[in-house]
Every structure is written in structure tokens, then in C-alpha cells.
């Protein structure tokens, strides 16, 4: 691998960091409304106004387009008093209980969000460093979010993004604090975390958002199937962003509310000429029958629809109809993984996409175990996804195992890709974890590829002294190792490249040189032999170390997943993969580090 294909692959990142406002041509579009039916990202006559943004984090939080303050709250009856307004107007209302004090329903001051800092604490997981930046630009962040193309390779590099990108993060200079935390949604969007991109969004509140923020939302309220999260924000939205799809969210809205002769007028005036049996708006009629008082009844036709988008994923979700699969096609992988967190479907039309969800970080091992049990529990117990639940209950619970190893092995054989080879590892890693280290297993090193794919590393370790040294299996030991102290010997390496192979071997190499487990002088051997070039350097390589150096762990995380922009591992580079290991180990992320290597090598099988 020559220096020409790194910089190919990464280009100008350095002057991008140092300038703040050049932009990396890395070709992903920077504005989310791409994902809009066609015709809704159509621009408006006039630029849509927005608030200016905050010339520092430390600056007053912005408010949303044109607002002034807190929305008008609706006058309810007080505590204790008649409930049933139906013969009472609302002057006579005011009358009888005095005007309402709309102070009392707002937030106080100390319970608001303050834009200097968004995220959310995920139970379980340590958040990252509130400076996990460093002292970057965010004009430089927003590009580099914008133009990543998401999904990356990687499904522990994606774990490590999404921790990052959801962690309380101090907003950095030269950018508003909402339209930090719509650049930090809208990318988790496009990684397929549509749950994780939801709950950054709401943690700005509304007031403070702006027309960037507003357009993510929607895309939020879309991927996690939930139309009725669009109506706190509709009117503001239709205001400020002149698109058919706020027209029409306006219309459902109406009708989610009660309100279908108001609905239907709104959803005529949307419909802006188009057909009545276009699908955008089918199923945007559907959504507002779904009210109180909907009485409308709506067929969907998908004969000649040639595309998916979020808009008709997530309306047809919501409203129970099921896309057809071919349709997934049209779309990016990151529908499918919506798709898996999807509470709206059943576990098994969840099984398929959840096990592709898993390869890319976005669903765990113990959830897949989870939704299996639900298909094995449920009516669908005697279909495919049944039987697999059927395997995967005898790898837990047999008493026997030797029939628990084929259990295991049944459910590997079934897997025809790559990606779902992979997913199966995941799928098996608790119940890997539970055989004993035995000299006389076969195939040991995918019985430990499984076990790391969920970070059981204590569990793996135990197979160090049964497995031969030099042997593929002794190779993601090494690599996953947590209490790793010492070099590695470099005849033992040299074994293990004869058996594993050049590829596996060239990134093996470059994971255990970034993880600091080699000589000096071996590692110089070991990148002559193998023409691992990690000394090679530009602009990205220049970046990430820097980053790594100063512990800046988020902006690691960042840069990592602009390294592996691809989503099959035959495109990233042994070089890459070098620096990002030894990046993350300077950042204090050796734990991701050492789960990356060991994906590499495992998935370049």
C-alpha cells in the first residue's frame, strides 16, 4: 500500500483543521433534507430566517426562527374545577376561575438546557469528556460531520462515535449550540442511530431551536417512526422552511389532535398540485385519520414506487403498513438499521435487520439474544427466525457441550455474507463465552472471534493457554488482550503470519505495532516484511495523532470513523488502521483500540 492511496483517501484534512473553513472533499451531502420525499427539499423563494448564530459557546443561548420567547400555553380549567368545557366559552371560563397565571407552567430558569453544553448520559456507558474535543473549531467539526459517509466499516469504531457524538459535549466556538447538536444528530442518523440522534435532539429545548435544527428534527421524529414527535414543531417549521413536507405535517398533526375538518383543509392545501393518490401524501392522510374523530380510510398502492425515503419509512411504520423488502434496496443501509429499533414491528420483521444493526454497533449482543427470545416465546416460534431461536436456546441451555459447540457452529453455517457471518459471531458471543477452554476444540479462534466481537475479554483470555502459539486463535489474543504487559515475541508473529495469511497478517501487525506490543526493531521488521508503510504520513494522519496526543478522545472517535469510511472492511487500509489504534491508546481508549484490531483481523477472514 503506497502513501498515494492514504492521501488519496483522505484529503486536505489537515489544512481543513488548521483553517476551520476549508472543507475535505469526502462527498457526503450536508443537509439532511436529501432523505425527503421527492419534490420536499425543494428551496424556498427567499432564504428561510433563522437566528444568528452564537459567536462562542459562552454566548446567550439563540432562539428558534422567530421566536421571542416561550410559545403562548393553552388555558386549561384549574385544579378541582369542572373538566367539561363543552357549553362554556371560553370568556365565561375566564370569568369564573380569573385569568390563568402562564408562569406557573413554565420552566424555571435552573431546570432549562443550557446550549453550552448538550448530550445525554447513556445508562451503562461512561460518558466521554465534555472538552472531548479539544480546542477544534466547530466550523471545522461541522464539516467533518456533514461529509462523513456514514456507515463506516467499523462496529466498534461506530460504538465509539455514537458514545461520543451523544455525550454532554461543551459546544465549541464559532458555532450555535443547536446547530452543534443537529450536525452530532444528523450523523448519528446516517449511522443508523436513530434512538441515540433523538435523544441529542431533545436536549435542546424548543425554544433555542433553529432552522437546522428543526429540519433534523424531522428527520428524527421520521427514522424513529413517530410522526406525532413532529407536532411540537410543525407550525414553526412550515413558517420558516417553505417544503410540502411541513405543509403536510401541519395536516397530521390536526388530525392527531382531534381536529379532522381542519385537517383535511390543511392536508388540500398541501397536497401544492400534486396528485391525491401520490404516496407522500397517502400517507400523510393516513397519519391524521389515526386521530380522534379519523374516519378516513386510506389504501396504499406500492406497485410503482421505485423508491424508499424516511418520509414513507417512517409514515408506513407508524401507521402499521409493512414496506415492501425490495424497497429497502433503494435506500441506505441505515433504514435497515432503523428498521431494527423499530418498536412499532414485531420481533420477527426485526430479526434480519437487527442482526445487520449489530455488525454496525448500532444493536447489541445481549439485544439480539433478546429479540430471539421474543420470536422464540411468541406465535412465530415455528418459522425461520424461530428455528434460529431454537439453536441459539440449546447453545445457552444444553447440558451437553459438545451439542452446544454444534449449536453454535448451526447457527455460523447459516450465515451467506460476510456482514452476516459476522453478525452471527455477535449473535453467539454470550454463549461462546460459556464453553470451556479446551486444547481440543476445533476452529478455537472462532469460538474467541465470537466472545471479543461483544468484548468478553476475560472469558477469551481463558483459551491463552490451550490455544498453539503463533496460531490465528493466539493472534486475537494477543490483540484483545486487556492485561497485555510486555512485547510480543516476533516468532511467534512470524508463525502467526504463515497461518493466517498476508491480509490478516498486515492488519494484525498494524494493531499490535499501534498498540505498542513490538520492539523498535521488530516493528521496523515487520513493516519491511509485510509493506505496512506506518510511518507513511498526510494530512489525516497528521490530524489524528495530534488528536490522539492531546487525549482529545472525541475528536479521535471523529477522525477514526473518517478513516474507515466504507462499509466493508476490503477498503481499509493497514496503515489507517495503525494510526487510529495508536491514536485512540495515546487518547486513553485503549478498550476500543483493542476491540477494533480484533474486528479487523476477524472480519478480514
Known sequence: MTISRIKRRHIALGALLLAGAAVPALGQQDKPESLL??????????????????????????????ASGTAPIPSVPMPGGDTSLSNV???????????????????????????????????????????????????????LMQRLRAPVASRWASIALRRALMSPLDTPRHVNGADFAAERAWLLLRMGEANAARAVVNDVDGDNYTTRLLQVAMQVSLATADPGGICPIAERGNQYIQQRGWALARA????????????????????GGTPASDIDNLLAEKVLGTGAQGRRAVTLEWGGITRLTAWRW????????????????????????????????????????????????????????????????????NTTEGGVARDLRTAYTDGDVGDRIKAIRTLWAEASTPRTQYARLILTARAASWIPADAKVEEPEKLIASMLSAGYESKAMEWRQVVPRGSVAWGLLALGDPGAQGPVAYGDFDAFKDAAGQRRA????????????????????????????????????????????????????????VGMQSRVWDNVTPEALFHIVAAMRAAGMTSYARMIAVEAVTRSA
Request: glycine share 10%; with cysteine; aromatic share 6%.
Open 37 to 66: 420525499p421527492p419534490g420536499f427539499d425543494e428551496p424556498a423563494p427567499t432564504p428561510a430566517p433563522r437566528p444568528a448564530p452564537a459567536p462562542s459557546a459562552t454566548a446567550p443561548a439563540a432562539t428558534a426562527p422567530g
Open 89 to 143: 366559552s371560553a370568556a365565561e371560563e375566564v370569568a369564573a376561575t380569573g385569568p390563568v397565571d402562564l408562569s406557573r407552567y413554565e420552566l424555571p430558569d435552573f431546570a432549562k438546557h443550557s446550549l453550552n453544553r448538550v448530550g445525554v448520559l447513556a445508562a451503562g456507558n461512561t460518558p466521554f469528556p465534555a472538552k472531548g474535543f479539544g480546542n477544534a473549531d466547530g466550523r471545522t467539526l461541522a464539516v
Open 314 to 381: 417512517g409514515l408506513a411504520t407508524a401507521t402499521g403498513q409493512e414496506v415492501p423488502a425490495s424497497l429497502y434496496g433503494t435506500a441506505g443501509p441505515q433504514v435497515r438499521y432503523w428498521q431494527a429499533l423499530a418498536p412499532q414491528l414485531s420481533p420477527r420483521q426485526r430479526a434480519a435487520a437487527a442482526e445487520l444493526a449489530a455488525t454496525a454497533g448500532v444493536f447489541s449482543s445481549a439485544g439480539l439474544v433478546d429479540l430471539y427470545s421474543e420470536i422464540a416465546e411468541g406465535d412465530d416460534a
Open 506 to 561: 498486515q492488519l494484525a501487525f498494524a494493531g499490535l505495532a499501534g498498540l505498542g506490543r513490538f520492539e523498535s526493531s521488530d516493528a521496523r521488521r515487520g513493516a519491511q516484511a509485510l509493506e505496512v508503510q506506518i510511518g507513511a504520513q498526510n494530512d489525516w494522519t497528521r490530524a489524528i495523532d495530534a488528536a490522539g496526543r492531546r487525549g482529545d478522545s472525541a475528536m479521535v472517535a471523529l477522525l477514526a470513523a
Open 252 to 271: 397530521m398533526c390536526a388530525g392527531l389532535a382531534g381536529k379532522p375538518n381542519e385537517a383535511g383543509q390543511l392536508l388540500d392545501q398541501a397536497r
